[in-house]
């Protein structure tokens, strides 16, 4: 069963998610009379935690209850804040260039995975990190053209160094949705002298703008999803597809990612690393987010992020 994060009344609790309702951890296992730790973070009880086997005895001891217990237990998803799945990462890494079919549509070309590496640059997570339903913010220095990009996301659960990729996934916690907003013609000092690296960095700042890293809404525990990739992608802007695609698609497999990474970068409990969008963004059609537009980013198994662009 999926996890979440949420604030409810004003407190911050974590527990089962649906689309239609949450149930408290906390309040299952008293209700079921089970011993579990207090905890803010999902860490715990995901994959490879310390309460990962109370988790799933609960999860079995919620199947049992009445249809009346159960629903005393439960509030509507729709009247809480579900928050960003790990707020706090010590990293935030993401992959440029990791479908064949995106770079492609970027007007480039895609060698052959034994020939290349993965590029992997960071994102500021305490002020690019956006929780589900939070808006993602049109950035007044840069307004026209802002895009989307559909990613799985993976939480580390374990500290994680030079690992082989027949090892990697073993150190995941668990499958989150993340969109990658971007600004593609981000210009500081449009009246500047033209440097050698000016494009590149250029395309690196415009990931740095507030808001631009959706999160949620739950996470899919990585032992309920043995091989992630085989997971469908849909990026859809006010109900429109743009993006439908599969993470079978991807040049670097999750665990291949991870055992580059790990090679020369130690990945902490908690650090998050999305995978690359696939083809689809509105760059490639010349169609950009504007204010009032409503994205939902969903990824097979795990949930529809969606977020308004303000």
């Not at 849909?234 to 991870?258: C, H, P, R, W, Y």
Request: charge should be negative; aromatic fraction near 6%.
């Amino acid at each position: 069963m999926r996890l979440c994060r949420y604030e409810h009344q004003g407190a911050t609790h974590v527990g089962f998610y649906t689309e239609k309702s949450v149930i408290s951890l906390a309040d299952a296992a008293e209700a079921l009379r089970v011993d579990l730790p207090a905890s803010e973070s999902l860490l715990p009880f995901l994959t490879g935690g310390s309460a990962r086997g109370t988790v799933r005895e609960l999860e079995g001891s919620l199947a049992t209850l009445s249809d009346e217990k159960r629903n005393a237990l439960e509030v509507a998803t729709n009247d809480v804040s579900l928050l960003v799945p790990s707020p706090t990462p010590t990293k935030l890494m993401l992959l440029a260039g990791n479908y064949s079919k995106h770079i492609e549509e970027s007007g480039g070309k895609a060698e052959e995975r034994a020939n290349t590496f993965p590029y992997v640059f960071m994102k500021p997570p305490l002020t690019t990190l956006t929780n589900p339903g939070a808006p993602v913010r049109i950035p007044a220095i840069s307004p026209d053209h802002v895009d989307w990009e559909l990613e799985l996301g993976v939480i580390i659960g374990r500290q994680c160094h030079a690992v082989s990729a027949a090892d990697s996934l073993d150190f995941v916690a668990g499958y989150t949705v993340v969109n990658d907003i971007s600004d593609r013609k981000f210009r500081p000092n449009p009246n500047r002298a033209q440097r050698e690296k000016d494009s590149f960095f250029d395309w690196l700042h415009g990931k740095w703008h507030d808001s631009f890293c959706p999160m949620g809404p739950a996470v899919l525990p990585a032992d309920e999803q043995p091989d992630p990739q085989t997971l469908k992608m849909v990026l859809k802007v006010n109900g429109e597809i743009e993006q439908d695609a599969s993470t079978g698609e991807m040049v670097f497999s999750v665990a291949q990612v991870i055992e580059f990474l790990s090679g020369f970068v130690t990945l902490e409990p908690g650090d998050i690393i999305s995978t690359g969008t696939p083809a689809g963004v509105g760059s490639a059609k010349g169609k950009f987010l504007t204010a009032g537009d409503l994205l939902e980013a969903e990824i097979e198994r795990i949930g529809v992020l969606r977020n308004p662009v303000e």
